[in-house]
């Protein structure tokens, strides 16, 4: 096991996608996406890759802050070794009252371990850069960043979560999708989109899509063009998904602090 960071903190990211050639060399992985966006100085961050099989072990789990759940080809509402052997470690993990941010996949598997219903969108692929409204009655904890209202994300998904799990609030929404963002808890957040993607990193996604005969042409230049509409607002996102996960946010030339309470 690694030593701890001088902050004590320890995360660790569930991968559930196998690195793209493109992303191993531009950024490192998805990990390096992920720790990009989220990393601050004297934590230490782990990647378990679940989606080959890799978990973390039991008596690990207490030693951890919060963890983050990835992207993935796979489908939330199948039955793959891997994805029922996650759904029990999260179910583990909601007992514990761990701290578990999923993204796309990852939103949609937390969904479905805490009991609500994933399938395909009726409405088909969202692919490109969409605005979604963040609810009003956000956790005071995330109002107090000051956020816009409505917020650009990169959207890269066919799948979404139709029914939430009891107990579970929508806190945002868009056009297309009726739940963009989901809350459970205080411990448990979900973002349909994907806050740590680069234009790039859709581009490149879009045609291997294209490759796999997944997407059709046509969609993909509707989707290279609706992501030209409007850039993506990731330090917006970079800070809501850090005060989410770490109970506060400090600006780099700053001390300001959000205490989260015990709302969110």
Not at 91 to 108: D, E
Not at 132 to 144: A, C, D, F, G
Not at 250 to 261: A, H, L, R, T
Request: hydrophobic share 40%; proline share 3%.
């Amino acid at each position: 096991m690694e030593k701890m960071g001088a902050s004590g903190k320890r995360y660790g990211v569930l991968l559930c996608a196998d690195d793209s050639d493109y992303v191993k060399k531009m950024y490192g992985g998805y990990f390096g996406v992920f720790v990009k966006m989220l990393e601050e100085d004297g934590e230490v961050w782990d990647v378990y890759k679940v989606a080959r099989g890799e978990f973390p072990k039991e008596d690990e789990l207490v030693l951890y802050d919060g963890f983050v759940i990835t992207g993935s080809c796979s489908d939330a509402h199948g039955n793959d070794t891997w994805v029922c052997k996650l759904l029990i470690l999260l179910k583990k993990l909601n007992n514990m009252n761990k701290k578990i941010l999923g993204i796309c996949f990852g939103h949609q598997i937390l969904g479905r371990a805490l009991g609500g219903k994933v399938t395909r969108s009726p409405t088909g692929w969202d692919l490109g850069v969409r605005k979604i409204t963040l609810s009003s009655s956000l956790p005071s904890p995330l109002s107090s960043l000051q956020l816009p209202s409505r917020l650009s994300i990169i959207e890269c998904h066919r799948d979404e979560i139709r029914e939430l799990p009891a107990k579970a609030e929508v806190i945002a929404k868009s056009d297309k999708t009726g739940i963009e963002m989901f809350r459970y808890g205080d411990h448990i957040m979900g973002i349909q989109g994907h806050p740590e993607y680069s234009k790039d990193i859709l581009f490149n996604i879009i045609d291997r899509l294209i490759q796999l005969n997944y997407i059709t042409e046509n969609l993909a230049v509707k989707a290279k063009e609706k992501a030209g509409m409007w850039e993506p607002d990731k330090e917006a996102w970079k800070k809501l998904c850090i005060t989410f996960l770490k109970g506060f946010y400090c600006e780099k030339n700053g001390v300001e602090k959000i205490s989260m309470g015990g709302v969110f």
